[in-house]
């Protein structure tokens, strides 16, 4: 489990983060018709839920490491040792290298090996469910937004999903 100021660092991250995304990123990046019938056909309507989730759950986080036991509450703001900063780092560099990576092998293949660096990168104490979940999670979302939603999702030309 990780420390408790590292968690309120994370949830600190995670909301200016999310609230990124869903005041500048998406406004920016996601170009929306203004001819749109439903808010829910919306091309930036599932960021933008996603964001606002994200957003959140960096709440949540930052409220749970506050309501931890009151003698704790001094070390929140002390300085983070160097395997945090490693960690942080760690999914920064992962992030970028995920988004690279979509151009060329696809979104769904990126996310499947994200996903199982994520899983080292944490330290999950089951690294095989987490590998699991790695393959199956990003198959399974490929399989209803591409094949139910009739959303596509970006795939390489060198690995193709049916």
């Not at 590292?6 to 998406?26: K, P």
């Not at 994200?54 to 490491?65: F, N, S, Y």
Request: hydrophobic fraction near 60%.
């Amino acid at each position: 489990m990780l420390s408790r100021r590292i968690e309120f660092v994370l949830s600190a991250f995670i909301v200016v983060f999310g609230l990124l995304l869903c005041f500048v990123a998406i406004p920016l990046g996601v170009d929306t018709p203004s001819s749109m019938r439903s808010i829910l056909l919306s091309p930036a309507f599932w960021p933008t839920i996603l964001a606002v989730g994200l957003t959140a759950a960096g709440v949540l986080l930052g409220i749970a490491q506050l309501r931890r036991k009151r003698e704790d509450v001094g070390d929140v703001f002390e300085p983070l040792v160097g395997s945090e900063i490693l960690r942080l780092v760690g999914f920064v560099v992962l992030a970028v290298i995920y988004f690279e990576a979509i151009a060329f092998i696809g979104m769904v293949w990126a996310s499947v090996l994200a996903f199982a660096a994520f899983v080292f990168l944490t330290g999950a104490p089951n690294k095989i469910i987490g590998l699991a979940a790695a393959l199956i999670l990003p198959i399974l979302l490929f399989a209803f937004f591409y094949h139910v939603a009739g959303v596509n999702i970006p795939q390489s030309d060198v690995l193709r999903l049916p």
